[in-house]
Nanobody, 118 residues
Framework: QVQLAESGGGLVQAGGSLRLSCAASGSIFSINAMGWYRQAPGKQRELVARLTSNGSTNYADSVKGRFTISRDNAKNTVYLQMNALKPEDTAVYVC????????????WGQGAQVTVSS
């Protein structure tokens, strides 16, 4: 059983910062990537940032230069530092853990609300 525990969401004014954390626990093998997705009301879930096991990163164009993803391998924890937040960043942010050797399998967190006021 794998569990993802997220923390760090909240309400912030535009231009402010927040840091999200996601700690993975349980029987975790063959981590391929950890990352963050978000879903705003009425919109599809989108990838925000992902960090693969070989250290490469992917960011949504809308967050490049403002968000930074990092990982503490010893703690199986991934972080998302969000700076210069905008109202359009308001969404539920969901942690993702991708594992597997021959095929990918995704685990998801429960989601953390991030609200940016103008």
């Amino acid at each position: 059983q794998v569990q993802l525990a997220e923390s760090g969401g909240g309400l912030v004014q535009a231009g402010g910062s927040l840091r999200l954390s996601c700690a993975a626990s349980g029987s975790i093998f063959s981590i391929n990537a950890m990352g963050w997705y978000r879903q705003a009301p009425g919109k599809q879930r989108e990838l925000v940032a992902r960090l693969t096991s070989n250290g490469s990163t992917n960011y949504a164009d809308s967050v490049k230069g403002r968000f930074t993803i990092s990982r503490d391998n010893a703690k199986n924890t991934v972080y998302l530092q969000m700076n210069a937040l905008k109202p359009e960043d308001t969404a539920v942010y969901v942690c993702n853990l991708r594992v597997g050797r021959l095929a990918d399998y995704d685990y998801w967190g429960q989601g953390a609300q991030v609200t940016v006021s103008s």
